[in-house]
């Protein structure tokens, strides 16, 4: 009896369920404005070089309990290749709050856990690596409508371990 359940699985689990509860709620014939506090956004990433390709998508949702005060989540999946070096699959969700100081200023927390999955080319030596790599960002951005500009830092960020190159991060972040 199969007892492990891959990562793949448990992100087709998760969707699954929250495309029925989606359905459910859309089937509901009570008037709520539930929907209208959702916002919708996410990201994209796509990076290329000599030998080099990664690929990112990532969608979250929030809901805006007021003007200050939002909290959501998110979906990121990654795939990343270096020729003749590994090839990398990252997979993994994140809690997001944010807090609008004052309509122009947007303070946030993330918290971020991804699974990594590398695999080295055979000529290197390198054993695979297979492991779950923690983030916690603090940020702030410039607000303007739909759109946030800004900086995050990962408190929990390793050298080692952490899927980004360092610890500051540049962010765009769009809800609509």
């Known amino acids: 009896m199969k007892l492990f359940i891959s990562i793949y ?3 087709i689990v998760v969707l699954i369920l929250t495309l029925f509860c989606a359905q459910l709620t859309f089937s ?13 956004g996410g990201g994209i990433g796509l990076s290329f070089g000599d030998g080099f390709f990664s690929a990112t998508i990532a969608p979250s949702a929030i809901y805006e309990f007021n ?35 004052i309509p122009e200023l947007q303070l946030s927390t993330e918290f971020e856990e991804q699974n990594v999955s590398r695999k080295y080319d055979a000529n290197l030596n390198i054993p695979d690596d297979n492991y779950w790599s923690p983030a916690l ?21 390793d050298r080692e371990r952490s899927i980004y ?8 972040r769009f809800y609509f």
């Not at 509901?28 to 919708?40: A, G, L, N």
């Not at 190159?165 to 765009?172: N, Y």
């Open 28 to 40: 509901q014939e009570v008037k709520s404005d539930f929907w209208s506090h959702v916002r919708f």
């Open 67 to 101: 003007q200050f005060f939002a909290f959501g989540f998110g979906l990121n999946a990654t795939i990343a290749n270096q020729k003749q070096v590994y090839k990398s699959t990252i997979l993994g969700g994140s809690l997001i709050g944010l807090f609008n100081a």
């Open 165 to 172: 190159s360092d610890p500051w991060a540049p962010f765009v």
């Open 9 to 11: 699985e448990k992100v």
């Open 137 to 157: 960002f603090l940020g702030a951005g410039y607000r303007n409508g739909n759109v946030t500009l800004g900086i995050r830092y990962d408190v929990l960020y």
